[in-house]
């Protein structure tokens, strides 16, 4: 009986400049292997199916439990984390793709940082560093709580932004996760008192008018953040602020 | 100096920042999808709708809206410079999108990609429609009487161009009345969202049913 392999035809990069190209590499199965594991065997024997001998393919990881969202990436033309996708399920020829909405670094590494840059922008933390000790803040009831949990469970991980249609290079829409972000941030009663700074810089070309409702993003969120509430609410908290400013300023 | 700061009138700036005119620009084209361009298309279907009861009721009940005072003023205010804004602005936030049904094909991203397909039609179709009739009229006089309808109607061309454009006119008016609930802050939540969204496709199956109703009664000669 032949040996059962797992092929992975994986788009390839030699620099943010470079021009793409595709190799194929035949793993062997291996009981819980998954994507980012079979990437470590190519690491160790980088040669192709064909058996030529070329360079390590490069990748993003690190928790390898879904939890950091680094290795992020298009799996069969779908974004996911290569982490958790067993090659128990995949058949045939497997494609891996880096994510097209972001900077390709090498290979299948690419960099995430705007939307870090995003969180900055939109002032997505609560300050409450001062001169003196502030005190307990406000208490939040539970169900707020469990309802505010699944928000801070973002790992800015990019497959919502990666599945958006509003997202691209034609376009300056800063994307969903950001939105979820402000949401998170504005319903807890002592960042509520700095929502209005986040609005501000949800207002802008980029902002949150710049979502189509296309609803892909809260399909293709590993943690299952409600991007399409979040996106509901925060719209109407934007469009309530601007009609406040436009009528008592 | 501190407490002057504090007490000093905040600065009113004057004019508005190129992040307040996109916002401003977003939240038109949403309103006026709804007011006036959507109210018009349920009044412009309800008025054709007089069709069912014969050329002449049609010609009898719509002929209010060929005698307004100040006619030219109010359709280009409740009409044309709508509708054109909306139209041009659409063109402008369809040709920022990259539809991606083939990768991720959920009914909201099918309906996201139909949106921008049924706007450029819209678009076609209206221009179309109004050079033929209303644009036509102010450059020689002719008026789009129940005859010139029918001898359209009855023609499978015409006939199928008038059923693709008004189709696509009420589709994207669905399921924008569907996007505007979101866009707004209205239906917020995944189960208030899926009943606007299900009210919807029942009103566009009424209005797709209405349309159709309205095109075909045409044919019946005078
Ligand atoms: C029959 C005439 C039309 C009506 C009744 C209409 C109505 C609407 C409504 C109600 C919306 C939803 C707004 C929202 O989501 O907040 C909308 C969105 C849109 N319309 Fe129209 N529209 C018409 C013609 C057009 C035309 C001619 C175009 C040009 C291509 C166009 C392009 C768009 C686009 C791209 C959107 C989506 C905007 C977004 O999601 O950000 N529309 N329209
Ligand atoms: S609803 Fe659609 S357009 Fe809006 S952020 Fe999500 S995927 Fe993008
Ligand atoms: S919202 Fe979800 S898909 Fe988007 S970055 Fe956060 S975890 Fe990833
Ligand atoms: S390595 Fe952290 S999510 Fe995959």
Redesign the pocket.
Known sequence: MAERTTVLRIKRQENPRSATYWEEFEIPYKANHNIISMLMEIRRNPVTREGKRTTAVVFDANCLEEVCGSCTMVINGRVRQACSQLAEGLNGTVTVEPMSKFPVVRDLWVDRSKMFDYLKKAHSWIPIDGTYDLGPGPRVNPQEQQFAYLFSRCMTCGCCLEACPQVNDHSKFMGPAIIGQVYLMGQHPTGAMHQDERLQALMGEGGIADC??AQNCVEVCPKSIPLTTAIGDVGGQVSRKWLRDLFAK | MAEDAALATPAVSSGMTADERHWLL?RL??LS??VP??GF?FFHLFENAYVLHGGGAWWKETEFTRTLPFQVAIEALVLWIP?LF??IY??V??ATSSPNVGAYTYSRNTGYTL??IT??L??LF?GFHFFSTRGWYYATGVESTYARMHSWMIDPVYLSIYLIGTLA?VY??TN??F??TI?WGLAVGPSAQRLVNRACVALFVVLAVVSVAILVAFRAPA
Do not use: D, E, V
């Open positions: 189509g409702n | 977003r084209h949403s999808g709804i361009i959507g298309l509708i909306h139209a659409g063109l936030i369809t949106q921008r706007g450029i819209a678009f209206i006119c994207h008016l924008g009345i996007t505007f866009t």
